[in-house]
């Protein structure tokens, strides 16, 4: 059985920063691209971020930019989320997810796409 494990998640204030990680031991990050989608409460879960496991490329959702970066260790097999000042809009669950592939533009990046999911890892930004 397939396993994404998350990690990182916690209570921050507002303006603070985490680092959410996703690791799995079932395959290597050369075949499978990760990345990250968030649930909001109440809301539905929406793609993120992704990392292709082709040629690197990122996808980073617009209303994200300047405020989350992706990036992968391949020796690790680990995809981490780095996330600068963060917002309370940003409290969330937050989920790994693998596919088979991912581009900068997200263009498969939607939960019906996805191969795998992680348990999920909850963020909560508050004062």
């Known amino acids: 059985q397939v396993q994404l494990v998350e990690s990182g998640g916690g209570l921050v204030q507002p303006g603070g920063s985490l680092r959410l990680s996703c690791s799995t031991s079932?395959?290597?990050?050369?075949?499978?691209?990760l990345g990250w989608f968030r649930q909001l409460p109440g809301k539905e879960r929406e793609g993120i971020s992704c990392?292709?496991?082709?040629?690197?490329?990122?996808y980073i959702a617009d209303f994200l930019k300047g405020r989350f970066t992706i990036s992968r260790d391949n020796a690790k097999n680990t995809v981490y989320l780095q996330m600068n000042n963060l917002k309370p809009d940003d409290t969330a669950i937050y989920y790994c997810?693998?596919?088979?592939?991912?581009?900068?533009?997200?263009?498969?990046?939607?939960?019906?796409?996805?191969?795998?999911w992680g348990n999920g890892t909850r963020v909560t930004v508050s004062s």
């Open positions: 990392i292709s496991s082709s040629d690197g490329s990122k």
């Open positions: 997810a693998a596919d088979d592939w991912c581009d900068e533009w997200g263009s498969n990046w939607y939960p019906g796409a996805m191969d795998y």
């Open positions: 079932a395959f290597t990050l050369d075949y499978y691209s």
